[in-house]
């Protein structure tokens, strides 16, 4: 199978938690209660943000990425640790 290597770019990122104003997060109602604890609402309210691929939850601890074409959209720590270096 081809090996491929992602290109070296420079990305902005900043990391999200409860209270941290991030340009694109935003919180919304839940339309229903939530059990799973990756996806708490808080107070009723839950982060997500608008992506290319549509709206994703935004969970304390991701990063909100800028990508090359200005979109934006979450990381989980361990993914992009794994990904990326301070430049």
């Known amino acids: 199978m ?3 290597r992602k290109k070296p770019i420079v990305i902005e990122a900043t990391q999200w938690f409860p209270g941290v104003v991030i340009e694109g ?3 919304v109602k839940c339309d229903l209660p939530r059990h799973d604890p990756e996806y708490p609402c808080m107070a009723g309210e839950h982060p ?3 992506t290319l691929e549509g709206d994703m939850h935004v ?3 991701d990063w909100i ?3 090359v074409k200005g979109e934006r ?3 989980k ?6 990904t990326y270096d301070a430049a």
């Open 77 to 82: 720590p361990d993914i992009f640790a794994a």
């Open 2 to 4: 081809p090996m491929f």
């Open 65 to 67: 990425i800028t990508g």
């Open 25 to 27: 997060v935003e919180m």
């Open 73 to 75: 959209y979450p990381c």
């Open 48 to 50: 997500r943000i608008q």
């Open 59 to 61: 969970s304390a601890g």
